[in-house]
């Protein structure tokens, strides 16, 4: 065992999968940082749909990165997001990762309005202090109810990840935050995951640490 | 807000997605259980590439079930994986899940011996006692040291979830998984993840309790 699989390094294995990634994918007009977010997302799925479904508003890798680089908290709307972001990464830029949806309060606020968790998630989201990502890769409630804090000016996000999956309110969702001039970084169309959520949020943190 | 989507409960959410990847995917020669993996694949990425590269081994999706209703580990490669399975589903039915991969023993072995922390993982996961189903979602490693694990009978899994994803080692490690006498649900080609070990796990589960 050890003699046949000790040489392969987890980083010769990523770096050899990016090198195809890249050899397989159809060229776009990205720059660097938008590549490798592109490729970051291929590399999570096997997914070649990621090179063409990819939306950025202007800077909002720029806008990511810097914000990262001021000790940003990332807010997801699933653990499942929050366990796949990088903590190392994180610690060296002395940033964090906070997902309310499985606090006992959100689900009790949630019962008795008769709305998502993910909605009252992100209200509880819109109270914090300091600079905050928000990486939606479950709930297109979550996004929804996000895009009208924005438009309440009850919050600001240095960079919203809207990558809700799924087959119902998505694509909508997701073209509602387009329309926003705020910074973001959309998998336009049915997919995206918490899987992706994570990769995004990962591209960002290796273009600073790694 | 809440008059707009308070009457879209997450269940009908669901099932309507149900209803809509059940239309539009190829009818294919499954079992209802084996039906019901597809389709959770499918809902948690909308790819439908799933709908033709999973592969049951015989019987696959009731011995998973059985193990479960016996009250089974699940031993995952990525945090991300287990927090993706349903905590509540899992607890009804005393079963659990198990990731040794960011313990630092295991960290420190895997250094010592230069391996990676995913094969020191499942040797780990192999001295477990009772029923255990591995679902590997990201290490072809992994997979590789647990087909040769089960061939040496250090361990006997009830059921192997094999769905790395990935451009190296992958697809061997699966076709690997594939040629043995086991019960295994494998995502043939490159595509897989720790969001699809996941959803494969919350597929056999929501078979049995919800």
Not at 20 to 46: F, N, Y
Request: net charge negative.
């Amino acid at each position: 065992m050890e003699k046949q699989l000790a040489w392969i390094s987890p980083e010769k294995i990523e770096s050899r999968s990016m090198e195809i990634i890249e050899q397989e994918m159809l060229p776009g007009d990205w720059t660097p940082g938008e590549l490798a977010v592109v490729k970051r997302c291929i590399h999570t799925s096997a997914d070649f749909d990621y090179a063409s479904n990819l939306y950025f508003s202007p800077d909002a890798v720029d806008r990511g990165k810097k914000a990262l680089g001021r000790g940003a908290v990332i807010v997801t709307d699933t653990a499942m997001a929050a366990a796949g972001i990088n903590k190392a990464a994180l610690e060296k830029l002395g940033c964090s990762v906070r997902c309310f949806m499985g606090e006992e309060d959100v689900a009790r606020e949630a019962r008795e309005r008769g709305i998502t968790r993910a909605i009252v998630s992100m209200e509880r989201a819109a109270a914090l202090e300091g600079t905050v990502i928000f990486a939606v890769g479950n709930a297109p409630t979550a996004l929804i109810r996000l895009c009208e804090l924005i438009q309440e000016e009850a919050v600001c996000p240095a960079l919203i990840i809207g990558v809700p999956v799924g087959f119902v309110n998505v694509v909508e969702s997701k073209e509602r935050l387009c329309a926003m001039e705020v910074p973001c970084i959309v998998a336009r169309g049915r997919k995206g995951g918490s899987n992706i959520a994570a990769a995004i949020c990962n591209a960002l943190l290796y273009q600073l640490v790694r």
